[in-house]
T-cell receptor, first 113, second 115 residues
Framework: QQQVKQSPQSLIVQKGGISIINCAYE??????FPWYQQFPGKGPALLIA?????SEKKEGRFTISFNKSAKQFSLHIMDSQPGDSATYFC????????????FGSGTRLLVRP | ETGVTQSPTHLIKTRGQQVTLRCSSQ?????VSWYQQALGQGPQFIFQ???????GRGNFPPRFSGLQFPNYSSELNVNALELDDSALYLC??????????????FGEGSRLTVL
């Protein structure tokens, strides 16, 4: 019940295209869903996060879509750029223990020029 | 840059040895969490320290232990190293009860190789 399943494992997108990464969770007690971006040799950095009381959150080119009934959420990167090439992790947790993130296995995104 | 610093950046140990990893939290942060990231995997929560005490623990054996100091810096100690302990160890600081609860600021990690 603690797992977060992430797909695809890797993704190649042309510059200007849309990158879509999907995640599914099992524990209905989870109420905070962040996405982290990790570049090689660096630690993960918070990109965007959502609470289950909204179905979508947008920050610049990054959008989270959230489907509470299906227990799924996804990250959309619009107008993907070569600088977006990184590994993306979805995560889930409960706000009362928000330090204990349950991470997905990651998606390696390559944006070709 | 998150302001979270970790040392050492890389180290090599042999099976059975002990290792200590260090972390300085971001200024103003009072909580430190440690994560283990195996190659090609997402980070896994080891434990969190708040007010110098362990405040939560993941599914790791007791040979993984930690400390938090009055200046909020922290150490992760691993005894009786096993080959599977080879991983990137990430430290993350946060402000418990802060307005942006849930945001962890990660350091760049310590890469441990166990031979």
């Amino acid at each position: 019940q603690q797992q977060v399943k992430q797909s695809p494992q890797s993704l190649i997108v042309q510059k200007g295209g849309i990158s879509i990464i999907n995640c599914a969770y099992e524990n209905t007690a989870f109420d905070y869903f962040p996405w982290y971006q990790q570049f090689p040799g660096k630690g993960p950095a918070l990109l965007i996060a959502i609470r289950p009381d909204v179905s979508e959150k947008k920050e610049g080119r990054f959008t989270i879509s959230f489907n509470k009934s299906a227990k799924q959420f996804s990250l959309h990167i619009m107008d993907s750029q070569p600088g977006d090439s990184a590994t993306y992790f979805c995560a889930a947790t409960r706000m009362d223990s928000s330090y204990k993130l349950i991470f997905g296995s990651g998606t390696r995104l390559l944006v070709r020029p | 840059e998150t302001g979270v610093t970790q040392s050492p950046t890389h180290l090599i140990k042999t099976r059975g040895q002990q290792v200590t990893l260090r972390c300085s939290s971001q200024s103003g942060h009072n909580t430190v969490s440690w994560y283990q990231q195996a190659l090609g995997q997402g980070p896994q929560f080891i434990f969190q320290y708040y007010r110098e005490e362990e405040n939560g623990r993941g599914n790791f054996p007791p040979r993984f232990s930690g400390l938090q100091f009055p200046n909020y810096s922290s150490e992760l100690n691993v005894n009786a190293l096993e080959l599977d302990d080879s991983a990137l160890y990430l430290c993350a600081s946060s402000l418990l009860g802060g307005g942006r609860s849930g945001e962890l600021f990660f350091g760049e990690g310590s890469r441990l190789t166990v031979l």
